[in-house]
C-alpha cells in the first residue's frame, strides 16, 4: 500500500527540480512551481517547449498525484 504522504513528498521534490532545472537551463529566477507553469504558458519560446517536452515524464508524474489528491479524500493523512 502507497502512503499519500509519500506521493505528496515525490510531488514536491519535483516541482522543485523541475523549477531547479528550468532556471539553470534558462538562467532564469522563478520561485515556485506555479510560477514555471505560468511562464511556460505565456512563452512562445521554442526552446522553452522542448525543454517541456524533454521533461514530459516529471510533469506527468505531477499531473497523475493531483489527480489521485483529487479522487481521494484522505490523502493529506496518509
Known amino acids: 500500500m502507497i502512503d499519500t504522504r ?3 513528498e515525490k510531488r514536491e521534490e ?3 527540480n523541475l523549477v531547479d532545472s528550468f532556471n ?3 538562467e532564469t ?3 515556485d512551481f506555479d510560477e514555471l507553469i505560468k511562464h511556460i504558458d505565456n512563452s512562445d519560446n521554442e526552446d522553452v517547449e522542448e525543454w517541456r517536452d524533454y521533461n514530459s515524464n516529471d510533469f506527468d508524474h505531477i499531473e497523475a498525484i ?3 489528491e483529487d ?3 484522505e490523502f493529506p493523512f496518509g
Do not use: K
Request: no cysteine.
Open 29 to 31: 529566477e522563478i520561485g
Open 66 to 68: 493531483d489527480y489521485i
Open 14 to 16: 519535483l516541482q522543485t
Open 6 to 8: 509519500d506521493l505528496a
Open 24 to 26: 539553470d537551463y534558462f
Open 71 to 73: 479522487e481521494i479524500t
